[in-house]
């Protein structure tokens, strides 16, 4: 098994936004050679960016009759509750691809900055000024293959009466409402909501475009991938976790040299990033240049002694060599960073059936149903579960509590 630093290659997601890169002043313009578009394929479909807010037939019938109800004296609470009121349109998160306003909207799921994208659209709709928020409620971190993605969490803020100037709603500019209702996707503290910070649009459009980056790389289409990073750094220039991401696609395309430039462009404005440091590290491993990659490696061990899923990579390893009660442990000390990762429950549940402690067994594998953050993974461990409760002697009757797919 390989070791946890030759596996992972570190991507901002969702809302991925850390220090310094909030600002709501544009950046400079990125240097030319950054970019070497002779390297990749262009895109059979290149990404609309018009497309991301715009509002269909569909969704513009939807606020007419959301309007024309009446059922609320205010019209920002009717559309909060039309929207996330299990009993009414029913979204579900899907962390599976970002999506459009329009897309988000038939499919009635989406990730974090989906939904953000499309309740601003359809506020928009209603007359409403939208102020987007970055929310410091911690990192969380998921994986696919050996890409590894760190994301945050956006919010909104909707006004009464939608500002008379464009040009200040898409600066990020503070709204002017007496009360002004904030719309949060997952519960927060209020210590947390007190210290969110605007996000300009063109940020939170350049979000949108990493996320399609990062999407695309993992899909492994690694050309339409740098078309996106590539857009996403004209979004928004002062948004590094583009370069980031530009980085691991010019890694991940045999580009070493441009992957170092990429990468240390980004670290100019966040010297102490450990994921840009990491990708950086890696990068200089690959070409051969272990001296210069051991200092790396040697200064992020100060930063981050444990990085993400250190001890869940650990615990994987314990699995494999019947170790159950080194990787329950393992596992467990991870999930008191992560508590809501569905990879860790489920391993917990593995171990836990190989000790025979059926009940924890059962315990972990529900909450990694619940914790599931696609449909496709949320079914998956619901057939696990039923077959874990059969094979255990428990209840064979479906458990019928409803799930809920975060």
């Known amino acids: 098994m390989k070791s946890w630093t030759g596996l992972r290659r570190l991507l901002f997601f969702c809302a991925g936004l850390l220090g310094g890169c909030a600002s709501l002043a544009p950046g400079p313009r990125p240097p030319a050679e950054l970019f070497q578009d002779q390297l990749f394929d262009r895109p059979a479909t290149p990404i609309d960016t018009r497309t991301i807010f715009a509002v269909d037939d569909a ?14 004296a205010d019209t920002r609470q009717a559309l ?80 009464r009466k939608r500002l008379d100037s464009s040009n200040a709603i898409a600066n990020g500019y503070a709204l002017h409402a007496d009360n002004p209702l904030v719309v949060d996707f997952i519960p927060i503290t209020a210590v947390a909501r007190a210290s969110a910070r605007p996000l300009a649009e063109r940020t939170v459009v350049a979000m949108y475009l990493n996320n399609r980056a990062a999407e695309l790389l993992a899909g492994g289409a690694v050309d339409d991938a740098y078309w996106a990073a590539r857009q996403a750094v004209a979004a928004d220039p002062g948004f590094r976790n583009a370069y980031n991401t530009l980085g691991v696609i010019y890694q991940r395309h045999g580009n070493l040299a441009l992957a170092e430039r990429a990468l240390r462009h980004a670290l100019d404005g966040a010297p102490d990033n450990t994921i840009y ?121 479906q458990d019928h509590r409803e799930t809920t797919v975060k």
């Open 277 to 397: 440091l990491s990708n950086l590290a890696q990068t200089l491993e690959h070409a051969e240049r272990p001296q210069e990659a051991a200092l790396l490696r040697a200064r992020l061990r100060l930063l981050e002694p444990y990085p993400p899923f250190y001890f869940f990579n650990q615990g994987q390893e314990a699995l494999a060599h019947g170790e159950y009660s080194r990787a329950r442990t393992l596992f467990l000390r991870e999930l008191e960073r992560v508590p809501d990762y569905h990879e860790l429950h489920y391993g917990l549940a593995i171990a836990s059936f190989q000790l025979h402690d059926l009940r924890a067994a059962e315990r972990h594998m529900q909450a990694a149903v619940d914790s599931s953050t696609t449909r496709d993974t949320h079914d998956l461990y619901a057939a696990k579960r039923n077959r874990l409760r059969a094979a255990a002697g428990l209840d064979s009757q």
């Open 80 to 159: 909060f509750n039309a929207l996330y009121q299990r009993d009414q349109l029913k979204l579900e998160y899907d962390s599976v691809i970002t999506r459009t306003a329009s897309e988000t909207f038939a499919a009635r799921s989406g990730n974090c900055l989906s939904l953000a994208i499309m309740t601003a659209a359809l506020a928009r709709e209603l007359n409403f000024a939208v102020q987007f928020q970055l929310v410091d409620v911690g990192a969380a971190w998921s994986r696919a293959g050996n890409l590894y993605f760190s994301s945050n969490h956006v919010n909104l803020v909707l006004d």
């Open 59 to 72: 969704m513009q019938r939807y606020v007419h009759d959301i309007a024309s109800a009446k059922k609320l």
